[in-house]
C-alpha cells in the first residue's frame, strides 16, 4: 500500500487517541519529557533526542501499539466507496455480502442523525469491517461487536458481530450517535453518552429499551444511578447501565425536551453532573430517578407477556453475577423443565452447576449447545468449546478434552478482558491440563476485580 493510504487509514484512529489526550490534559506528559530531554542534550544533543523518544515510547506505549496493531490489520483491507462514506473490508470478507446494502443501511442511519443533530460529521464517515469480534476487542481490551471513534469519524464493525444481531442497524444507530455528540460536550461520563447513544439506537433486539430496564429492575439488578454514574461500576454492571442510561435519557427526552437536554449534554462532564443536572433540570438526580422508575413500573402491563419471561432469564444471570450459584440453578432448571431455549440461560446454568462442582451436569448443558448453529452463538463458539475442554479435564478424560481444545481452535477466537485470546488458552491446555488449582485461582481472580 502507498504511504499515504496508509497514513489516511490509520487517521480515524490518531484523531481519536489525540482528543483522547486533549480532554485527559496528558499533553503535560510530553511537555516534562521535552524538558527533560533538553536538560539531558545540554551534555550530548543526540541522546537528549534519543532520550525523548525512549520517554515517550514508554509512557504511550499503549496508544503507540495500538496503532501499529490497527495499522498493520487494515492495511489490506479491500476499499468500497459510496456517496456518504467509505468501507474498508478484511480481504477475507470481500464476498462475504452485499456491501451496497450494508453501505445503504449506515447512510440512511447517517442521514437521519445529520438531521437529529442539526450538523453533519466533520469528515467522511469510514467503515471499517474485520472478520470478527477478537480483533476489535484485542484492540480496545475490551468486549464489543462494534467501536466508535469519535473525532475520527469512523466506526470498527465485527462481521460476526453484525451477522449474530437481529437488528444490525440498531449497533449502526448507537455507534454513529457516538460521533455526533462528541461535538455536544466532552463524552463523560460514560452514563451521559452511552445513555444518549442507547436512546438514540431506538431498540434493542427489536423491543424498547425501556423493557430492557425494566426487565432488569424486577430481576433483582437494579442499580442507583449515582452507583453507574461512576465509569468503573457502569462498565462493570453492563449491559443493565447501558439500559438505564438509555431509559433515563428518553425520560429526559420526553419530559425536558431535546434543546434542554442538549444544554445539559454540552455543560455536564464527571465532576459538575449531578450540580448541573439540577441547574438544567429544575430537580436533582434522586427525585428524577424515582420519578422514572415509578413510570416504568407503572407501564408493566405494556410489556406483558414477554416481559416476565425475559424478568426469569434475567434472574438467571443475576443470581449467577451475585454468586448464589444454587439459586442460580433452581431458577434455570424451572425454566429447562418448561422448555426454555435461550442459549444464555443454558450457558449460565452449565456455569452454575460448574462451579458448585457438579461438572457432569455442566457438561451436559454445554454438549447441548455444541449442537447448535445459531448466528448469535457463533461468536462464542470457541470459548464454549474451551469450556467444554476445561470440565473434560476436571472429569479425568484427558483425550476427549484434548479433542475439545482442538475443536477450540477451529473457531474463529474470542478475546475477553479476564482471559484474553480463547485460542491462546486452548493451546496452553493442550500442552497441560486445566486442574482444580486453577479453578481456585480463577475465583480468587474474579474475587480481586470484584
Known amino acids: 500500500m502507498r504511504g499515504k ?112 443533530f442539526g450538523f453533519p460529521l466533520q469528515r467522511r464517515l469510514t467503515l471499517f469491517v474485520f472478520p470478527t469480534m477478537a480483533e476489535v476487542n484485542r484492540l480496545f481490551q475490551t468486549v464489543a461487536g462494534a467501536r466508535a471513534l469519535p473525532h475520527g469519524d469512523a466506526i470498527l464493525l465485527a462481521w460476526d458481530g453484525w451477522q449474530a444481531a437481529k437488528f444490525p442497524q440498531e449497533i449502526l444507530r448507537h455507534e454513529l450517535a457516538h460521533l455526533f455528540s462528541c461535538r455536544l460536550g466532552v463524552d463523560a461520563p460514560a452514563f451521559k453518552r452511552e445513555g444518549l447513544a442507547t436512546w438514540l439506537q431506538g431498540r434493542e433486539e427489536g423491543k424498547p429499551i425501556d423493557f430492557f430496564a425494566l426487565a432488569e429492575i424486577l430481576s433483582g439488578n437494579d442499580r442507583p444511578l449515582l452507583w453507574i454514574l461512576r465509569d468503573a461500576h457502569f462498565f462493570t454492571d453492563s449491559p443493565a447501565s447501558y439500559f438505564f442510561a438509555g431509559s433515563f435519557t428518553g425520560f429526559l427526552m420526553e419530559r425536558f425536551g431535546w434543546e434542554a437536554y442538549r444544554r445539559f449534554y454540552a455543560a455536564a462532564d464527571e465532576r459538575n453532573f449531578e450540580q448541573t443536572f439540577e441547574r438544567h433540570f429544575g430537580m436533582d438526580l434522586l427525585a428524577a430517578e424515582r420519578a422514572w422508575k415509578q413510570l416504568l413500573i407503572a407501564r408493566r402491563s405494556e410489556f406483558e407477556p414477554e416481559l416476565s419471561l425475559a424478568v426469569r432469564r434475567k434472574r438467571v444471570e443475576t443470581t449467577y453475577n451475585a454468586w448464589q450459584f444454587w439459586l442460580c440453578i433452581e431458577e434455570a432448571e424451572a425454566l429447562l423443565r418448561d422448555g426454555e431455549q435461550d442459549w444464555r440461560v443454558i450457558w449460565y446454568a452449565s456455569a452454575a452447576h460448574s462451579a458448585v462442582g457438579n461438572y457432569l451436569r455442566a457438561l451436559e448443558l454445554l454438549q447441548v449447545l455444541s449442537e447448535r448453529d445459531e448466528a448469535t452463538l457463533r461468536p462464542y463458539r470457541a470459548n464454549l468449546w474451551l469450556q467444554i475442554g476445561r470440565l473434560y479435564d476436571l472429569l479425568g478424560e484427558r483425550e476427549k478434552a484434548i479433542t475439545a481444545y482442538q475443536q477450540a481452535l477451529k473457531e474463529p477466537d474470542y478475546w475477553d478482558e479476564e482471559d484474553g485470546s480463547t485460542h491462546a488458552l486452548a493451546r496452553r491446555f493442550l500442552q497441560q491440563p486445566f486442574t482444580e488449582q486453577q479453578v481456585r485461582e480463577r475465583w480468587r481472580k474474579r474475587l480481586r476485580l470484584r
Open 5 to 116: 493510504n496508509f497514513w489516511r487509514r490509520l487517521q480515524p484512529l490518531l484523531s481519536f487517541y489525540l482528543a483522547q489526550l486533549r480532554r485527559r490534559q496528558r499533553w503535560a506528559f510530553p511537555l516534562g519529557l521535552l524538558g527533560l530531554s533538553m536538560l539531558i542534550g545540554q551534555w550530548s544533543p543526540s541522546l537528549g533526542i534519543l532520550a525523548f523518544l525512549l520517554l515517550m515510547g514508554f509512557f504511550f506505549r499503549y496508544y503507540l501499539t495500538t496503532l501499529w496493531r490497527f495499522g498493520w490489520w487494515v492495511r489490506k483491507f479491500v476499499p468500497f466507496s459510496f456517496p456518504q462514506l467509505d468501507l474498508l473490508v478484511a480481504p477475507e470478507l470481500t464476498d462475504a455480502t452485499d456491501w451496497q446494502m450494508v453501505a445503504k443501511q449506515c447512510e440512511e442511519a447517517l442521514s437521519e442523525l445529520q438531521r437529529f
